[in-house]
């Protein structure tokens, strides 16, 4: 039996999706906004704040793993209901937000170690959607982006921890625009038409890989297309990539090159 909770994102209803097909045994924890996953079999709405109750149910479905897949928003702690176990890890949970999301996801990863209850990879189940080094489009960097794109991983590799930073774009061997806490998105919709530059999309430094994975799909090519970005760089075995075939096939026919490193 495998825990899984559940946010926000098409990539948690893929994840469902393939355990069904699987057939594995599951139950949910529904950690949308809108409670999406209400119809589900064995699912429940249980708020962060009753780690007591959270804990009860993984045990009382004797299960000893669990995996999250999904945006889980960060909660508004000033309105939370807590149980004895709410109150008595909930001040690591307020400590860690003060230092930015990924610090909440470990913690609450400790929390759950100290209940002798394994987190695994949000991709356990998904392994397809990574992938491996290589081009896969037509049309290839040049020996001018190479430069450019080692020079955004360097910078990446050199950020701090629990920056918000898990994504820039880089022309000319300059690093043109950074991500922060607003997205990949929002980073994009600030260049000028026909930028040219290249999306280097890695995972933070220090990234707890198990489940909070860089994601990019056909939606954030056909936003390169929109700004002019000419290519996208990923990270071998450590980005989702969500609609992988209609995301290449698009960025064949609008001239964008799709690099994993």
Sequence with gaps: M???????????????????????????IDFSKNNVFSKEKNSYRISIGKFGKIIDLIKKQKSNKVL?????????????????????????????AKIGDAAIIKAIIKILKNEKIEVISSIHFNPELTG?????????????DIRSINRGIKYLAKTNSYDHIQALIVKDNNIIMKEDIR???KMISKLKNNSDGILIKFPKKKQDLRIDLPTIGIQTIKDC??????????????????DKSKSIKFANKSKIFILIK
């Design 68 to 96: 999250f897949a999904g945006k889980i928003a960060k909660p508004k702690f000033s309105s939370l209901r807590l149980d004895l176990k709410g109150i008595y890890y909930m001040p690591s949970i307020i400590k860690a």
């Design 132 to 144: 491996k080094k290589g081009i896969y489009t037509k049309i290839k960097p040049s020996r001018t």
């Design 183 to 185: 997205g990949t998105k």
């Design 2 to 28: 495998i825990g899984l909770f559940l946010g926000d994102t098409d990539f948690s209803k893929i994840v469902l999706k393939k355990i069904k097909k699987l057939k594995k045994k599951y139950f949910i």
């Design 225 to 242: 297309k929109k700004y002019g970005l000419k290519g996208v760089v990923l990270k071998s075995k450590k980005n989702i990539f969500l």
